[in-house]
């Protein structure tokens, strides 16, 4: 018996080791398929996080490269918008190459700009400055402004409109569709101001800061020459037109040069007005020393300078008076005052 337990111990003992083997390998199993699977699903984990930053770093650099490109594209348009003199929000291109600017020529030339078609009464344009013009069309103005049609075949890229009375009756609304279309309420009133603006729309700020800086020095220079002779002393300027006899104030056109500029004295007749109408009963009433005549149409001063009246006049009989060219003494820009000037210092001091 006994030696039967020892052989049938002998014969289970394998057994249970055997399984104990078995039990070790399948935990052992399990435990490497737990950790295989951890392992891919961490690993399937950090792909997808991978795959997330890279889709929204690449969002990102897609929304920083449109932006970018918009950015460029507005700053390579170079457009902006300004509000014109009336209110009007105005797109200014980039560059401008193809200006109208009707009775703006003056400090369009000044800043080296020639229009695509100038103003024009009839055929003629502004006397003074077609030594620069000749070449460029005209477009006439005597019965109001040309039609859009007609400006259409200028192919203008920017226009520029000198008084609010250009763009009344729908022009404004018909001009700015064929370009950008800028209106001053009034640009004579202000030269100088009116070339800056004009300078700044049209990329030309230097230039128009050079011209007023030239002009003021042949101003200063001019003021200094007539102050030797003519201290004190009035000037009239009296404008002979069909529609009538005036004298001008210093608000405007040569009046403002002799005057505001120059430094000599003013009328009575003008000295708080703009300008006066003046009539053979009038003349004795003016007090000037010296008379600046500017005809606009031949034989228009005849009647008034053949009277009495006139010859007795203080300045007539000491030949102190002076005809002038009407262009450039009604024009409204820094050639024309600079014509101005001249003709005054050539006057006083010849």
Known sequence: MHQQEKENGQRFAPSRWNNHRLSALIVLVLLVGLLAACGSTSEH?????QEQKTAEASTTASSETAVQEEETAETAAGER??????????VVPAKVERVFA????DSLLTLGVKP???????TQGHIYLQDQLSDVPTLDFSSGLPSPEALMAYNPDFIILHTANYAENGVYESYSKIAPTYVFNNASGDVEK?????????????????AIETYHAKVDAAKAEIAKVAEGKKAAIIRFAPRGISM????YFSGYVVYEQLGLGKPALVETENSAIVSTEVLPEIDADYIFTVEQGPGSMKEMTDTKVWQSMPAV?????YAVEPAPWL??????????IDDTLKALTQ
């Not at 695509?116 to 009839?122: F, I, N, P, T």
């Not at 024009?331 to 101005?340: D, E, Q």
């Open 102 to 105: 009707p009775y703006l020529e």
């Open 331 to 340: 024009g409204g820009g820094l050639i024309a005052y600079g014509h101005v």
């Open 81 to 90: 918008t300004v509000k014109d003199e009336m209110g009007h929000d105005v």
């Open 194 to 210: 009116s070339l800056e603006v004009i300078g700044d729309l049209l990329g030309k700020t230097a230039e128009a800061e050079q």
């Open 45 to 49: 984990e950090g792909a997808a996080q």
């Open 248 to 251: 001008m104030g210093g608000n």
């Open 317 to 321: 009989k000491a030949g102190n008076v």
């Open 116 to 122: 695509v078609a100038q103003w024009a009464s009839g």
